[in-house]
C-alpha cells in the first residue's frame, strides 16, 4: 500500500492524461463529421453538396449559340482559345435570362493587362507590354479588338 | 529578377517566419539536449543549467508553431491535423511529433524534476499563486524521500526518451527540406543530420548566453566550471557540424550533377554575404577559431567568459543564417537552372521583419514568467 502511496502523484498524471485524451476522442467523434474517409481523406457529403450549388458559368457552347457572330471574329484570331467566361466573367444566369440581365463589359485597361502587362518570367514570344508606357491609361479596346486583338493582316 | 524564371518563382512562398521556424525548433532541440547531460551522462558541472535549459526548450516550444500559423493564416485549421491525421503528409505528422514532444517529454520532466519546490511553493505562497500551485501538485503533496526518488526515476526514462524525441523534433525539420527532390538546393539525405546537429549548437549556445546573461543580471557569479564545461561541448558539437556542412558542400562540389552551376552562381553572387561571410565565415569559423583557442590556450576567467559570450552570439548569428540560407536560397533560383529572384524582406507585413522580432523575443517573455513561477535558480549560488 506505502509503495503505491509514493507513487500516487504519478497516477494522478496518468489520470489528467488520460481525460486529456478521452476529451480530444469525445470532441474528434462530434467534430469530424461522419461521412469523413468514406471514399478517401474528406468528407464524401462534399460531392452531393457541391454537386447541388447552382451553376453560375454558362459555358461557351451556350454563349455561341447566341453570339454566333463574336465567334466567327474570334475563331479568326489569337484569342480563338480563349472561353467567354474567362473575360466576361460567369454568365449562367444572363443564359438563362438574355433579355432582363445584361452583363457588363469588362474595363479593357485592367483586364488585358492582366495577362499581357510585360514580366520577365513571360515567354518571349507572348504579346506583352509595359501598358503605363503602350497605352498611357487609354482602354485597350480604344485600338484593338478585344475578341480578336491583332492590329494589321492576320496571320 | 534575372534571366529565365517561371512565372511561379518570382515572389517567394517561404518568407523569414520559415527561417525562424526552423531557428525555434533547434533552439528548443539544443536546449533538451544541454538538460540531458546533466540528468543522463551525469555530467555534473552544467548542472546550474539544467532547469533553465529545460524552461527555455518549453518557451521556445511554445512559440515555435506561430511562424507557421502566420506564414499559413486560419490557424483554427491547425486542430484538422489532429482531428483527421493525414499519415502520408510528413507535415501533418508532425503536429504529433510537437505534441508528443511538448507534453510527454517537456511538460511531463519539468513537472517531475519541480514538483517538490512546487509542494513546498504550495505551502509557502500565498493569493493566486497559491491556487495556480496547488492545481500544478495535481492534489498530491508527497515529497517524501522514496517519492521524490520514483521521480527521478521515472525523470531519467522521461530524458532518455527525450533525447530521440529531439532528434526526432528538429530531424523531422530537415528531413522536410531534405526529401524536396525538386529542389536541388535542399534535397540531400545529409539534411536532417545537419539540421540535428546545427540544432544542439545553437540550443547550447542560447542557454549558455542565457545563463550568463541571466545570472549576470541577478548579481551572481557565473560558475567558470559550468560554462567551461557547456563550450567544451560547443566546440566539439561545432566541429562535427561543420564538418558535416563540408561533408555536403564538397559532395555537391564533386558531384556537380546538372544544377551545380546554377547554385555556384547564386554562392557567389546573391548568397555571398549571407552564406560565405556570415554563415561560414563569421558564424561558424570565428567561434569554432575562439572556442578552439579557449580548448588550448590557458586564459584567465574574465578573459575566457568574454570569448564564450562572443563565441555564443556569432554562433547563434552562424546557425539563423545556416536557417535563412536554406530557406531563402532554396526559393532564389529558378527551377530552369537559367533563372534568379531576389527575396525583399517586408518590414510591417504579417510575414516581416517586425513580426519576425517579435517572435523571437516572445519566448524570452514566456521564460521570464516561467522562471518566476518555477524558479530555474540553485539554492547555493555565489554572488
Redesign the interface.
Known amino acids: 500500500m506505502n509503495r503505491f502511496k509514493d507513487a500516487e502523484h504519478l497516477v494522478r498524471v496518468a489520470g489528467v492524461f488520460l481525460l486529456g485524451i478521452t476529451l480530444f476522442l469525445c470532441f474528434r467523434a462530434w467534430f469530424v463529421p461522419k461521412s469523413f474517409g468514406q471514399y478517401g481523406h474528406y468528407r464524401a457529403d462534399s460531392i452531393t453538396e457541391i454537386a447541388a450549388l447552382p451553376v453560375i458559368h454558362a459555358g461557351h457552347e451556350t454563349c455561341e449559340t447566341c453570339h454566333a457572330d463574336v465567334l466567327e471574329i474570334k475563331k479568326a484570331g489569337k484569342h480563338a482559345g480563349v472561353n467567354c467566361e474567362a473575360c466576361h466573367g460567369p454568365q449562367g444566369k444572363h443564359a438563362e435570362d438574355p433579355s432582363s440581365i445584361k452583363p457588363a463589359l469588362p474595363d479593357t485597361a485592367v483586364l488585358c493587362a492582366r495577362c499581357h502587362e510585360a514580366n520577365t518570367a513571360k515567354p518571349k514570344w507572348f504579346p506583352a507590354v509595359v501598358s503605363a508606357e503602350h497605352s498611357q491609361g487609354l482602354p485597350c479596346n480604344t485600338c484593338h479588338t478585344p475578341h480578336s486583338p491583332h492590329i494589321g493582316d492576320k496571320k | 529578377?534575372h534571366n529565365?524564371?517561371?512565372?511561379n518563382?518570382?515572389d517567394l512562398q517561404w518568407s523569414i517566419l520559415i527561417v525562424l521556424y526552423p531557428f525555434l525548433t533547434g533552439l528548443v532541440a539544443g536546449a533538451f539536449i544541454l538538460a540531458s547531460l546533466e540528468r543522463v551522462f551525469r555530467v555534473e558541472a552544467v548542472k546550474p543549467t539544467y532547469r533553465l535549459a529545460l524552461l527555455t526548450a518549453l518557451s521556445f516550444l511554445l512559440v515555435a508553431p506561430l511562424p507557421l500559423q502566420l506564414h499559413l493564416g486560419h490557424p483554427e485549421r491547425s486542430l484538422e491535423m489532429?482531428?483527421?491525421p493525414?499519415r502520408s503528409s510528413a507535415m501533418a505528422m508532425f503536429g504529433f511529433v510537437y505534441l508528443w514532444y511538448l507534453?510527454v517529454v517537456l511538460v511531463?520532466e519539468i513537472?517531475l524534476d519541480y514538483?517538490r519546490d512546487i509542494v513546498l511553493l504550495s505551502r509557502s505562497s500565498t493569493g493566486f499563486l497559491r491556487v495556480i500551485y496547488k492545481i500544478m501538485?495535481?492534489?498530491?503533496d508527497?515529497i517524501?524521500e522514496?517519492?521524490l526518488h520514483?521521480?527521478e526515476r521515472?525523470g531519467w526514462v522521461i530524458t532518455i526518451i527525450g533525447i530521440p524525441s529531439a532528434f526526432l523534433l528538429h530531424g523531422y525539420v530537415g528531413f522536410i527540406f531534405g526529401s524536396i527532390k525538386a529542389n536541388p538546393w535542399w534535397s540531400s539525405p545529409l539534411m536532417p543530420v545537419v539540421f540535428i546537429f546545427s540544432a544542439m549548437v545553437s540550443g547550447i549556445a542560447a542557454v549558455m548566453l542565457l545563463y550568463m546573461a541571466l545570472t549576470k543580471l541577478r548579481g551572481f557569479a557565473v560558475s567558470v566550471e559550468c560554462v567551461d564545461a557547456i563550450a567544451t561541448y560547443l566546440f566539439y558539437i561545432f566541429i562535427v557540424d561543420f564538418s558535416l556542412e563540408m561533408l555536403d558542400l564538397i559532395h555537391r562540389i564533386y558531384e556537380a550533377d546538372e544544377s551545380f552551376r546554377s547554385l555556384d552562381f547564386m554562392v557567389h553572387t546573391s548568397l555571398w554575404i549571407p552564406h560565405v561571410i556570415v554563415q561560414i565565415l563569421l558564424g561558424t569559423l570565428t567561434p569554432i577559431l575562439l572556442l578552439g583557442v579557449t580548448q588550448v590556450v590557458k586564459l584567465a576567467v574574465p578573459v575566457r567568459k568574454r570569448i564564450y559570450a562572443i563565441a555564443g552570439c556569432l554562433t547563434l548569428v552562424g546557425i539563423f543564417a545556416m536557417r535563412w540560407n536554406v530557406v531563402i536560397g532554396g526559393q532564389l533560383f529558378s527551377k530552369s537552372l537559367l533563372g534568379y529572384t531576389t527575396y525583399k524582406l517586408q518590414l510591417g507585413s504579417r510575414e516581416g521583419l517586425g513580426t519576425a522580432i517579435v517572435l523571437t523575443l516572445m519566448p524570452l517573455g514566456i521564460l521570464y514568467v516561467l522562471a518566476k513561477l518555477l524558479p530555474p535558480w540553485q539554492q547555493h549560488e555565489t554572488t
Open positions: 529578377m529565365f524564371i517561371y512565372p518563382e518570382i489532429y482531428l483527421t493525414h507534453m511531463l513537472w514538483r501538485t495535481l492534489g498530491s508527497n517524501s522514496r517519492a520514483i521521480d521515472v
